[in-house]
């Protein structure tokens, strides 16, 4: 379980506003949800987790994760929950090597903030 696509294959193109494009799909296979793929061509801000993104860098360790977060939380597949989403997030901060207080505050400000972006 966990990611099907390696660091060195992840491939975005840099956008307009703080945007970025995925180059080549990015594939998480998570025990509960399955497997989940942000396809390339997806669109997504690199980390949608406004309330604790001023203390961490979002060109770090965080990059795969926040692809398939945001593609969780932009197209909401059936099936997967809000919770399921930032679970997964948490669990990809880790195996790409986010510390226990990162990925606490992450999943934290997605927690507290994230209903937001759920809802739109």
Same mark, same amino acid.
């Given at each position: 379980? !966990?990611?099907? #696509? +390696?660091k060195?294959?992840f491939?975005?193109?840099?956008l307009?506003?703080g945007l970025?494009?995925?180059?080549?799909? /990015?594939i998480y296979?998570?025990e509960k @949800?399955? =497997?989940?793929?942000a396809? $390339? !061509?997806?669109v997504f801000n690199?980390s949608?987790?406004?309330l604790?993104?001023?203390?961490f860098?979002r060109?770090?360790? @965080?990059? =795969?994760a926040?692809a398939i977060h945001d593609?969780?939380?932009g197209?909401?597949?059936e099936?997967?929950? =809000?919770?399921?989403?930032d679970r997964?997030?948490r669990?990809a901060? $880790?195996e790409?090597g /986010?510390g226990r207080?990162?990925?606490? $505050? +992450?999943?934290?400000?997605?927690r507290?903030?994230?209903?937001?972006a759920?809802? #739109?």
């Amino acid at each position: 379980m !966990g990611f099907l #696509t +390696r660091k060195k294959d992840f491939d975005y193109r840099p956008l307009l506003n703080g945007l970025v494009e995925l180059q080549r799909p /990015v594939i998480y296979d998570d025990e509960k @949800c399955g =497997r989940i793929e942000a396809p $390339a !061509g997806f669109v997504f801000n690199l980390s949608s987790y406004w309330l604790s993104r001023p203390l961490f860098d979002r060109l770090g360790k @965080c990059q =795969r994760a926040a692809a398939i977060h945001d593609y969780l939380y932009g197209e909401k597949p059936e099936g997967i929950s =809000r919770a399921d989403a930032d679970r997964i997030y948490r669990q990809a901060l $880790a195996e790409d090597g /986010v510390g226990r207080a990162g990925r606490w $505050a +992450r999943w934290a400000g997605l927690r507290l903030g994230g209903w937001y972006a759920w809802m #739109t």
